[in-house]
């Protein structure tokens, strides 16, 4: 898989930092209990958040939904894959990225915050050629900087598009409506968070025959997704699952439908074991004749009913359930 991600600014210094190391060879490091460090309050612990498991997975459900959106204009169906949630600062997300690119603020009301969903210009130029039959190499925006009214009417296709896939992915989680806000061509115009805020970034790769890889990217201020750590954190999403009549329906159908053998209990004759050992064929054991036959099922008394005849068969007439204080007596 090609990818087309660049290094950060703190990834690459860590990375040279590293080989430095290895050349000082620098002796174990102490520990000072009295060393003072620096500390800006307001800054994120990145460990304390933890793995947004959750999150994968409903990232893991747009990358599907997604494939939908793309499909009618590409003509084609995408490969379209996740990377896990990056946690960065909204400066140095967008110092990675394109300035040119289709930016879309929308807003989710359940979480009281926003969301960006920022298309890199590539993947609107290969979307309309492909929708309009054009060339697929050539850019519609080689000596501009903006887009023009054919390329902004497939942006706003894909976006709802795009949004209503990202309410079914989020829906088992928390159901949510994401509502737009602004659009924007160019991401340090957008209205959005400070440069110093911490956002989490999913990025999206979308791989198509003959071209070069695509992607998209979703960003979440942490403090939007914050009030729902836990439930990111949790590898069960269960408590807002839609309910599904159709399956609830088989199920009661198929638990009606397990075979019962039912006995009718017509009495409980007493004896000795002296007599009953010296019975033989054609003795008789008297029997008082219930008022009503128990009907069981797996010795469980479950109704009542008299003894009857229906044509050539001996058949019994429900009459009433047991009560469960007469089960608890029998």
Not at 58 to 75: C, G, H, Q, W
Request: net charge negative.
């Amino acid at each position: 898989m090609v990818g087309s991600r660049k290094l950060s600014n703190e990834e690459v210094e860590a990375l040279l930092g590293g080989l430095e190391a290895d050349k000082k060879k620098p002796s174990a490091a102490t520990f000072d209990p009295n060393e003072v460090r620096e500390f800006k309050f307001g800054s994120e612990d990145l460990s304390l958040l933890g793995d947004y498991y959750a999150l994968r997975l409903i990232n893991e459900k747009i990358a599907r939904y997604v494939r939908s959106v793309f499909l009618p204009m590409l003509r084609v169906l995408p490969r379209i894959s996740s990377f896990p949630p990056e946690v960065k600062s909204f400066d140095e997300y967008t110092s990675d990225c394109d300035n040119f690119a289709s930016v879309t603020n929308s807003r989710i009301e359940e979480l009281r915050g926003n969301c960006l969903l920022v298309i890199q210009s590539p993947f609107i130029s290969h979307l309309t050629n492909s929708y309009y039959g054009g060339s697929k190499v050539q850019s519609l925006f080689e000596n501009q900087g903006e887009f023009t009214a054919t390329e902004n009417r497939i942006i706003e296709i894909i976006t709802d598009g795009m949004l209503s896939s990202m309410e079914a992915a989020w829906k088992d989680l928390v159901d949510s409506k994401f509502d737009i806000q602004s659009r924007e061509e160019n991401i340090q115009l957008i209205s959005f968070v400070d440069g110093d805020d911490t956002v989490i970034v999913c990025s999206f790769m979308v791989q198509m025959p003959q071209h070069d890889p695509v992607s998209f990217d979703i960003v979440y201020p942490l403090q939007t997704l914050k009030p729902i750590s836990s439930q990111l954190r949790s590898r069960v999403q269960n408590e807002y699952a839609v309910d599904d009549r159709t399956w609830k329906e088989r199920l009661q159908n198929a638990v009606l439908s397990v075979p019962l053998v039912l006995s009718a209990e017509l009495g409980r004759p007493r004896t000795s074991l002296g007599k009953l050992w010296r019975s033989k064929v054609g003795d008789t054991f008297m029997m008082a004749a219930p008022e009503n036959v128990l009907i069981k099922v797996a010795g469980q008394s479950v109704f009542k009913a008299d003894v009857g005849k229906v044509g050539p068969n001996a058949a019994v007439s429900m009459k009433n359930r047991v009560r469960s204080s007469e089960k608890k007596d029998g």
